[in-house]
């Protein structure tokens, strides 16, 4: 594990050197740079001899930082840090959750340098579509908002700043400027993310080469081998694609 202090951040990360264009991969919510999706993409990447980087955002896994101050910028940011002192290259974005959202939001601070992208259960604006009314209120009231997860021992933890933050950044909005390759993967059993949200972002995506995988019995992680063979094949799609 290396890690980086850029822009007032100490950011954990593990960068592979090889041939360009570099795979970036994009955590989840309060999720890390060690699951089962970003270690076997960077094997994968390895043995083809291409450049990948993963990371922790600030307050996530071995990065520093307290979780609870964190927005979708900030996190946001640590990847454009990442990116812009790390790789001189084109990269191709893999956002798996609300790295989905991260993905989108990178792509389009950064159009010179992201030329394809895949998504996996990808849940761009989800501070909208994805909290109730009440759930809203309550954030809005305390600050903050505790639920279970099926994911992990703790409580999933929403603060007002992070919920704010999201609704600053939707992007499902209206056409969404991007030309390059991309390919999204989501699991019709699902039960966080509907998998029709990746049908809406593939109209919204302005280019062409816009493939969307569905999974019939294929969960959110989509984590078992089968799911992380087809995110390979993906990856390579994309890849092969935006090569010269």
């Given at each position: ?69 964190q927005t979708l910028d900030s996190w946001r940011d640590d990847a ?165």
């Open positions: 594990m290396t890690d980086i202090a850029t822009a007032q951040r100490k950011l954990a990360y593990h960068l592979t050197e090889g041939t360009g264009p570099t795979i970036v991969f994009l955590p989840g919510y309060a999720s890390d740079m060690s699951g089962s999706k970003a270690l076997a993409l960077e094997a994968w990447a390895k043995a083809q001899g291409r450049g990948y980087l993963r990371f922790d955002y600030s307050g996530c896994g071995e990065s520093r930082g307290d979780f609870e101050d454009l840090s990442l990116i812009d002192a790390l790789v001189p290259g084109p990269v191709v974005l893999v956002g798996s959750s609300m790295g989905g959202w991260v993905m989108l939001l990178v792509a389009l601070a950064r159009p010179e340098k992201v030329v394809g992208m895949v998504g996996v259960a990808a849940a761009p604006d989800f501070t909208d579509w994805g909290f109730s009314e009440e759930k809203k209120l309550v954030l809005l009231r305390d600050g903050r908002i505790e639920e279970h997860s099926e994911y992990s021992d703790q409580p999933t933890v929403t603060t007002r700043g992070f919920w704010e933050s999201g609704e600053a950044n939707r992007v499902m909005t209206g056409p969404i400027a991007f030309s390059g390759p991309v390919r999204l993967l989501h699991g019709q059993r699902d039960p966080d993310v509907p998998w029709e949200r990746s049908l809406r972002l593939a109209e919204l995506l302005s280019g062409g080469d816009v493939q969307t995988l569905l999974i019939k019995d294929g969960d959110h992680r989509l984590s078992r081998e089968q799911d992380i063979a087809l995110l390979k094949r993906a990856v390579s799609d994309v890849v092969t694609a935006c090569s010269p």
